[in-house]
């Protein structure tokens, strides 16, 4: 089983994706809304540059489209940096959620609505590949 916060999330087997939503296959060629976003979406992270300060993780881009444009930042807790290290495109946001769940001891509901939670925040800033950030959408 992949380990959230072991720094690589590598495929998942056998999990059960019922967290519902769009999923990236359900629009290959567009963008799906942040507010859209749920379990069974394969979160992938934009390249983007990092620093870890005091266990925190600094995410910045120059890049136009992310992070509000050039020279925008956003900074990640502990756990919100261990979840964005599984958005490597391997797994459902669900299937990310059951690992949380397992490694931090939470309800996995609790682990589902965090990691749903922080991807469309970070989608809508313009970091998770297939995620816009439109008026509608958390985090816009």
Not at 31 to 39: Q, R, T
Not at 117 to 128: E, F, I, K, P, Y
Request: overall charge negative; charged content about 20%.
């Amino acid at each position: 089983m992949a380990r959230v916060g072991g720094g690589a999330c590598g495929p998942r087997s056998g999990a059960k994706c019922d967290g519902g939503g769009v999923t990236d296959r359900d629009y290959p060629a567009a963008l799906i809304p942040a507010a859209a976003v749920g379990g069974n979406f394969v979160p992938r992270r934009r390249p983007v540059a990092s620093v870890e300060l005091d266990g925190e993780l600094v995410l910045y881009s120059e890049s136009d489209g992310v992070l509000g444009g050039p020279g925008g930042m956003e900074l990640l807790n502990p756990t919100a940096a261990a979840i964005w290290s599984c958005f490597d495109g391997s797994g459902t946001i669900d299937e990310i959620a059951s690992d949380v769940a397992e490694v931090f001891g939470i309800e996995r509901g609790v682990a589902l609505r965090s990691v749903i939670d922080l991807t469309r925040q970070l989608g809508a800033a313009g970091l998770v590949e297939g995620i816009t950030g439109d008026a509608g959408s958390p985090g816009a």
